[in-house]
């Protein structure tokens, strides 16, 4: 059980590193009966939807704009699909 709390540890200190960057990917998540776009390492939404595609669709437009990833969670939180919009 030491080792999955480790892994929770690195992966929220992860997030934590990219909050408020240029680099902080955008997510489409479930969020209080409907759906949210939220930026990595930010606790509030910077929108909300009725449906996970209207979510989807604003995630990757905000993630096409600032250069970085969309993140596309189901409806269980976890991650369904990535867009990446990151120069190569």
Do not use: C
């Not at 509030?44 to 604003?58: G, R, V």
């Amino acid at each position: 059980m030491a080792d999955n709390n480790n892994g929770n540890e690195e992966r929220d200190q992860y997030f934590e590193d990219r909050a408020g960057t240029e680099n902080a990917r955008f997510h489409a998540v479930p969020y209080e009966g409907s759906w949210a776009v939220k930026k990595e390492g930010e606790d509030d939404p910077i929108s909300t939807h009725d449906s996970k595609s209207e979510a989807a669709e604003e995630a990757k437009r905000q993630a096409q704009e600032a250069g970085t990833m969309a993140i596309l969670h189901d409806e269980d939180g976890q991650i369904e699909t990535q867009e990446n919009y990151q120069e190569e």
